[in-house]
């Protein structure tokens, strides 16, 4: 990759201020109670008796990433990744764009929030946030960091996003596939997100620069992990996609909660870059995640879930409007939260899967190489149901766990996480989270006190010291023994009643991987 300039973000140009103060009523900076009440007054959701605010997103009920663009410019020219993932978008048309989404502010009311990606100082991004609605105003309160109580909230900023789900792109005139769209301007440090309700894209997009500029300005590698730490100050981190249970695993009453979705790795240790955690509730339950439900109440944000017949309690098992239900809460609303959002160099790593195809070992010891190659491939399992089109398990694969949101080529990504592995000699583990004794309407689920179970074996080393096995189609290290948990879910062969069949199924996802990393 050739050399970018470490040069700052661009600061907010001075036209957006002067557009937003010529806005309907501009609302800088409301409280949650007070974003809340305007919520309910503009019809933008309800209460539930749990206290949180329930609101719909309307067509999309998650992103669409075929819709994401990147401006290239000088800038980013020869440093992005460009392809099917990272879209170029040509910077006239950006400014087109730009002025028609200012100029259809004029008359709304426009919620504007100072915040701030990244807790630690040094690698902090300051954000401004423009919503044309009350709710995803909340959303950006809760999901990024807040301003210290003596922290001035009308400095320059790095980064401006400006979401306006009633602005529709025209296609023809603009360069993009829908009206639906979310606009990177990296060197403008602008963001631009239409025609979408998603709160979502919001956090991503913010996300997405992050991806960029942490590198190249700083050399901290950005990761979509989860991260948690031990009594003795030993830090974990979680890797993996969505539905693979990133949230729930890092959301231990044993250990404290550093952050459920994205962080730096910096010379001084992780940091979180969001002040709230963003769950997936499908099937919430209480006894199974107490820390997360218990989440759930005034302050906190539910998304397309829907209510019991019976009035304002919410129905965690309806999935008729999409299995991706969410909810956004600020992250001291998990007890034992670190604050600020900062830990050691993780001594432990795991990698999640939800293979759907019940053949990847419930837990294994990777190698150095086995930790590269696996953090290159990315690898889960699509389940039907999950998305339109999906009607049988389908592997996927996402470099880095996280391939939609990272600007540059995954290697610059997969060299940083290498080297801080090296440097700090953290054991990197493979756990799935997937089906056992077969795919995905054959077998079942992974028991999720069994997982809880072998990744605090990982974190105690009772794992250190067992016998271990080869699995003969990966090469992945699987323990004879493990505290808790049934011998024989140890080796997944064990649980098929046929083991022919399940040879031949590893055999075929061993070749997709083989597939997939030689075109890496």
């Not at 329930?54 to 800038?75: A, E, H, M, N, S």
């Not at 997936?280 to 339950?285: A, E, M, R, S, T």
Request: glycine share 8%; hydrophobic share 40%.
């Amino acid at each position: 990759m050739d050399a970018v300039t470490s040069s700052s973000v661009a600061t907010t140009p001075a036209s957006l201020d002067s557009i937003v103060q010529q806005a309907g009523h501009c609302l800088r900076d409301l409280s949650p109670e007070q974003l809340i009440d305007y919520a309910l007054r503009n019809g933008e959701g309800k209460l539930a008796d749990c206290g949180a605010l329930v609101c719909k997103t309307g067509k999309f009920t998650g992103r669409t990433p075929k819709d994401r663009y990147i401006v290239r410019d000088q800038l980013t020219e020869r440093s992005v990744d460009w392809g099917d993932v990272n879209q170029p978008f040509d910077a006239d048309r950006f400014d087109a764009l730009y002025e028609r989404m200012l100029a259809n502010l004029a008359g709304q009311n426009v919620y504007v929030r100072y915040a701030r990606a990244g807790a630690m100082a040094r690698y902090c991004f300051r954000l401004q946030i423009v919503t044309t609605l009350a709710w995803h105003n909340l959303y950006s309160q809760i999901m990024f960091l807040r301003p210290d109580e003596n922290e001035s909230t009308d400095r320059p900023v790095d980064i401006t996003v400006l979401a306006d789900p009633n602005f529709r792109a025209d296609p023809a005139l603009d360069g993009v596939r829908n009206p639906n769209f979310t606009l990177l301007n990296l060197a403008k440090g602008i963001i631009l997100i239409g025609g979408t309700g998603y709160a979502g894209e919001i956090k991503k997009s913010v996300f997405s620069a992050l991806n960029y500029w942490l590198p190249v300005r700083y050399g901290v590698l950005p990761m979509h992990c989860a991260a948690n730490i031990g009594e003795q100050g030993d830090t974990a981190l979680f890797f993996g996609l969505s539905g693979t249970g990133k949230t729930t695993l890092s959301a231990d009453p044993t250990r404290r909660l550093i952050g459920d979705d994205e962080h730096g790795w910096a010379d001084e240790g992780i940091f979180n870059f969001e002040g709230g955690c963003y769950a997936k509730v499908i099937n919430l339950n209480k006894e199974h995640e107490p820390q997360i439900f218990n989440a759930i109440r005034p302050g906190a944000l539910l998304e397309n879930t829907l209510f019991q017949s019976n009035g304002s309690s919410i129905n965690y098992a309806d999935r008729s409007l999409t299995e991706n239900t969410r909810c956004a809460y600020p992250i001291d609303h998990i007890p034992n939260a670190v604050i600020p959002s900062v830990g050691s160099a993780p001594k432990h790593i795991f990698f999640l899967t939800a293979d759907a195809f019940g053949v990847l070992p419930p837990i294994a010891r990777l190698t150095p190489q086995q930790a590269l190659d696996y953090f290159l491939l990315g690898y889960t399992a699509k389940i039907p149901g999950t998305e339109q089109g999906i009607s049988s398990p389908m592997a996927t694969f996402s470099s880095c766990f996280g391939a939609a949101f990272l600007p540059l080529p995954a290697r610059t990504y997969a060299n940083l996480l290498r080297a801080r592995i090296e440097q700090h000699n953290a054991q990197v583990w493979l756990v799935n989270t997937g089906w056992k004794g077969g795919g995905f309407g054959v077998g079942k689920r992974m028991s999720l006190p069994h997982t809880r179970a072998m990744i605090k074996a990982a974190l105690s080393g009772a794992l250190d010291a067992v016998p271990y096995e080869q699995h003969p189609e990966f090469g992945l290290a699987m323990p004879r023994r493990c505290p808790g948990v049934p011998t024989e879910l140890l080796n997944p062969i064990d649980t098929w009643d046929y083991k022919g069949m399940y040879t031949a199924a590893a055999r075929r996802l061993a070749n997709a991987f083989s597939k997939k990393l030689g075109e890496l």
